[in-house]
């Protein structure tokens, strides 16, 4: 599955505002799509509870999977983004 590494933009990292942006795109997209941080176990990124398990906070890498070129371009550029302004 093809992956993309980004740094969290969100201030406050991926809590529950950004989490639940991200999962609606996701959901929206309609494929499958995972996120991980280095070390551990990938989640369900069409879950914004499976996304705020991650504890990534603001400067986190975080890795975005997807088979879907254009979504994971999207999903990765929600990630990067400061959700909470």
Same mark, same amino acid.
Do not use: W
């Given at each position: 599955?093809?992956? #993309?590494?980004?740094?969290?933009g969100s +201030?406050i ?5 950004? $989490?639940? /942006?991200?999962? &609606? &795109?996701v959901? #929206? +997209?309609?494929v ?8 551990? &176990?990938p989640?369900? +990124?069409?879950?914004?509870?499976? /996304?705020m398990?991650? !504890?990534? !906070?603001n !400067? $986190? &890498?975080?890795t ?8 994971? $371009?999207t999903? $990765? !550029?929600?990630?990067?983004q400061?959700?909470?302004a």
């Amino acid at each position: 599955m093809p992956s #993309k590494t980004v740094i969290v933009g969100s +201030a406050i990292g991926l809590h529950a505002r950004p $989490a639940a /942006i991200i999962a &609606e &795109e996701v959901v #929206k +997209a309609g494929v499958p799509v995972t996120l991980s941080m280095d070390g551990g &176990e990938p989640v369900d +990124a069409g879950s914004a509870l499976m /996304i705020m398990t991650l !504890g990534a !906070g603001n !400067g $986190a &890498e975080v890795t975005v999977d997807c088979d879907d070129a254009d979504v994971l $371009a999207t999903v $990765a !550029g929600l990630v990067q983004q400061d959700l909470d302004a």
